[in-house]
């Protein structure tokens, strides 16, 4: 959806005021947790109507909060957008303005609008965007003859109100940039590392002690032999037993030394094993930042394909790598525009087949032991499998012999080839024979995997396994010769214990018979 119609931008952008730039980050991290706010209490409003009291709420108070922070830092055009969303919303909230489709396609192109505004800050310090034609549109539709007769900005000037609103203070939490979290994780590491050599170094140290216990005792037997072989006097301390004196010295200094650092290594092992696991959950963030977004696109596509669905999201409080949000938004966008364009019917059609003429799409995430698994579930009419195998016999992907013998899995591993599709039609959302490829190939560079399955009338799941974090890799510390290699657990199908009886030599090379 576009912001802006008619139009053309204004030639001459204004700018944030020069002592104002250095609030800039942190007016833009809190400008966008306030639109996507709006855009979350947007859907719902529209989903559920003005009995949803809570979703009103949090649209009025996330755009006075909005509006506030930018009267301070100078962008009076996004300040003006949500005051005339605040009006908007006040109208539908007091029951003076019906709240159809037209209504909120205007909210969100002006929510849309202030994005484009933050997205311009964000890249440049300015703001290019002319705003004229969506406030003329906001104020169109309120019915209050004063709201409506008043000029697009008269209402909001630089000096109004600017003491009273202030960017909010967040009492639990700080924003910390991504590189000095990275590092941090980087020290933590280093610290995994150091511990781990100093935990050799006891053990060395503990082989010393016991060596040292076996040479004092095989020290004591032999000065009770030459005690008895020699003549000295009664009473005389021999050398050998000085000597043994010494040794015990030794092996009490040994002993405490040995203790103190045992000591010191489980409180270092116990920090740094909390050390580690406060960065790896600094790194994990909630699935629903990854999930909500999808949920204005479905409504969006909606409204373009003349379809209704409802996105229903689950798990939403499962936490992710960051970088796993970052590297799945485009992938399961795409997945969404396939559960929406193929995998949907149009209402007559779901009608025939005895459905709900809403259509269902489940966004749902979990943990799993170790790893986080998400999955895209849709109600539509499933995947045709024969289907899939024709196109992949008449495209050269196999012949007509191996489709008869491919498995359920395999036939829809074949969706995943580049260039396979099975879309009838070309459409600017889906059908072109790209998107499953790429899908794969970014879960699998988070040393992830990807499954389809579907059963033909009821719907297709999308499961998509992932490391729980990508921050570390647990490892196996192998020897090689004089080498010591670290082989990645995900990597290792089973550890075995070789017996050097069942190493043979074949073709001049050792080996060892595995599985038969």
């Known amino acids: 959806m576009k912001p802006v119609e008619g139009k053309p931008q204004m030639e001459k952008p204004s700018r944030i005021r020069p002592e104002f ?70 109208e539908i909230g007091e029951g003076r303005l019906a709240a159809d489709p037209s209504v909120f ?46 000029p697009g900005r008269s209402r909001i000037g630089r000096n109004t109100d600017r003491t009273t609103s202030s960017s909010r203070i967040l009492h639990d939490s700080v924003r910390v940039p991504t590189a000095k979290v990275d590092r941090f ?32 005792s095989a020290l004591a037997l032999l000065g009770e032999d030459l005690e008895a072989w020699s003549n000295s006097g009664p009473g005389r301390l021999s050398p050998i037993a000085s000597l043994v004196q010494q040794q015990e010295r030794g092996q009490e200094i040994i002993g405490q030394f040995s203790d103190g650092f045992r000591e010191s290594l489980d409180i270092l092992s116990r920090l740094v094993d909390e050390t580690q696991q406060l960065v790896m959950d600094i790194r994990m963030l909630p699935v629903s930042l990854l999930f909500h977004p999808f949920a204005r696109s479905a409504r969006d596509l909606d409204r373009e394909r003349d379809k209704t669905v409802d996105i229903l999201i689950e798990g939403e409080e499962t936490r992710i790598d960051k970088r796993a949000i970052e590297e799945l938004s485009d992938p399961l966008l795409h997945l969404l525009r396939n559960a929406i364009d193929h995998g949907m019917e149009p209402v007559e059609g779901r009608k025939a087949a005895g459905k709900d003429e809403t259509g269902k799409i489940i966004l749902r995430a979990f943990q799993d032991v170790d790893k986080v698994v998400l999955e895209v579930i849709d109600d539509g009419p499933g995947i045709d499998k024969d289907l899939i195998t024709q196109q992949a016999v008449d495209k050269g992907f196999l012949t007509q012999d191996e489709a008869k013998h491919l498995l359920e899995a395999e036939v829809f591993d074949l969706l995943f080839v580049p260039g396979f599709s099975t879309a009838k039609m070309v459409t600017d959302l889906s059908g072109r024979g790209i998107g499953m490829d790429v899908v794969k190939n970014n879960v699998e560079k988070l040393n992830g995997s990807v499954e389809i399955s579907s059963v033909r009338g009821e719907g297709t799941r999308v499961h998509i396994t992932l490391p729980l974090t990508l921050a570390t890799t647990r490892a196996f510390l192998v020897r090689c010769s004089d080498h010591i290699l670290a082989v990645p657990v995900f990597s290792a199908i089973q550890v075995l214990r070789v017996l050097p009886e069942a190493i043979d030599t074949i073709k001049g090379r050792e080996a060892f018979y595995w599985q038969g």
């Not at 306030?34 to 709420?57: F, N, V, Y």
């Not at 009076?76 to 005339?84: I, N």
């Not at 994780?185 to 216990?213: C, P, W, Y």
């Open 21 to 90: 730039r250095e609030f800039l980050p942190s007016f833009l991290e809190s400008a966008r947790e306030h639109i996507d706010a709006m855009d979350q209490g947007l859907l719902r409003l529209e989903k559920k109507g003005i009995s949803d009291g809570e979703a009103i709420r949090s649209i009025s108070r996330n755009a006075h909060s909005l509006k506030g922070a930018a009267m301070t830092i100078g962008v009076d055009e996004m300040a003006t957008l949500c005051h005339r969303l605040e009006d908007l919303i006040r």
């Open 185 to 216: 994780l980087h020290i933590a590491v280093e610290l995994v590392i150091t511990r781990n050599r100093m935990q050799s170094l006891l053990e060395n140290l503990n082989e010393l002690e016991d060596s040292q216990k076996r040479d004092q």
């Open 105 to 150: 396609d205007a909210l969100f192109m002006a929510n849309d609008a202030n994005r484009s505004i933050l997205e311009g800050l964000a890249a440049s310090s300015e703001i290019s965007l002319d705003i004229d034609p969506i406030v003329e549109r906001l104020a169109a539709l309120i019915p209050s003859e004063e709201t409506a007769s008043l």
